[in-house]
């Protein structure tokens, strides 16, 4: 008779089970949806970011000779992904950001894209402090700007600079770039030497980083090489190439018009060189001793002329 008692204890109603597990579903859908959502706004937070970076990299775009720096802070852990393709006239600067949250990464396909700007960093900068260095690039006349984004969690010391290369860090003044005595350089700093045997060595026209070499011209390119991966250099160098190209015939076509008795400019068939070269450009190897010269002859040729192009 006991026995009978306890298992009639032990029965549940039909309600109160289906209640339950009515219940359950309920927190199980609750979750998922929230996890949704929030998936859903951390995609669209790391896009909103990436567009505000690309707008607070305008005003560094100046178009003064010498570089400028500023740091960026984000309130959270960030990879910033540096992506680029060379489609169309001008090819494409691509940001993908992905940030932490609950100690997991974010992971959004959404890409930001800007034609106008060209930036030099890693394959990916992972931080919660940035320090973004811009510089024009002049070949011979100014192509654009062009921005090296480096995070503060990585330190740069360079040893036995030139002495212009030496001046201009020593005024930058940015909290990642060091020049060399042991006081100076952190511990664990990337060295840069000119030169030299180091992690990233600077030669004449080339600078050798995991023992791959990407060739450049003058300090703007050679600072792109220094902070970039290269697979990132090279598609940049491709499109300031590209952009060269384009404002190579503007020049042509300028020549072209304002030539004659007052005007007669020799600078005609040079540019013509040029936009070939840059037209057929494949990647740095390409910025050789005669691409090099031809630049430097014509910037001459316009400084000597009654009727400058630029």
């Known amino acids: 008779m006991r026995l009978k008692e306890n298992k009639a204890q ?20 609750a979750f998922f949806v929230t996890t949704k959502i929030f998936q859903t706004e ?8 990436a567009k505000e970076i690309g707008i607070l990299l305008n005003p560094l775009e100046t178009g003064f000779e010498t570089g400028k720096t500023t740091s960026m802070i984000l309130p959270t852990e960030t990879r910033i992904f540096n992506r680029c393709d060379n ?7 691509i940001i993908k950001l992905s940030q932490k949250s609950f100690n997991k990464w974010s992971d959004t396909n959404i890409d930001i894209s800007f034609e106008n700007k060209h930036i030099f960093s890693e394959n990916f900068t992972e931080g919660k402090r940035f320090f973004i260095f811009s510089k024009p690039f002049e070949f011979p006349f100014k192509i654009a700007d062009v921005i090296y984004i480096t995070s503060s969690e990585k330190n740069y010391c360079f040893i036995t600079p030139l002495d212009n290369i030496r001046e ?17 350089c952190p511990e664990n700093s990337i060295e840069v030497c000119f030169g030299g045997d180091c992690e990233i060595s600077v030669n004449s026209g080339y600078v050798e980083k995991n023992d791959e070499r990407m060739y450049f011209a003058g300090d703007a390119l050679m600072y792109a090489a220094i902070f970039s991966d290269r697979a990132v250099y090279e598609c940049q160098v491709k499109r300031l190439m590209q952009r060269g190209s384009q404002l190579t015939q503007i020049y042509i076509d300028k020549a072209n018009f304002i030539s004659g008795e007052q005007c007669n400019s020799a600078i005609g068939g040079d540019l013509l060189s040029l936009k070939n070269k840059m037209d057929s450009f494949e990647d740095s190897m390409d910025i050789d001793s005669q691409m090099v010269a031809l630049s430097d002859s014509i910037q001459t040729k316009n400084g000597l002329s009654q009727c400058s192009l630029w």
Do not use: M
């Open 168 to 184: 201009e860090i020593s005024n930058l003044n940015q909290g990642n770039l060091f020049l060399e005595s042991e006081e100076n």
């Open 87 to 93: 489609e169309g006239y001008f090819g494409r600067q």
């Open 42 to 49: 951390q995609v669209a937070s790391d896009a909103e970011t």
């Open 10 to 29: 032990l029965q549940i109603p039909f309600a109160w089970l289906f209640a339950i597990l009515v219940g359950i579903s309920i927190l199980f859908l």
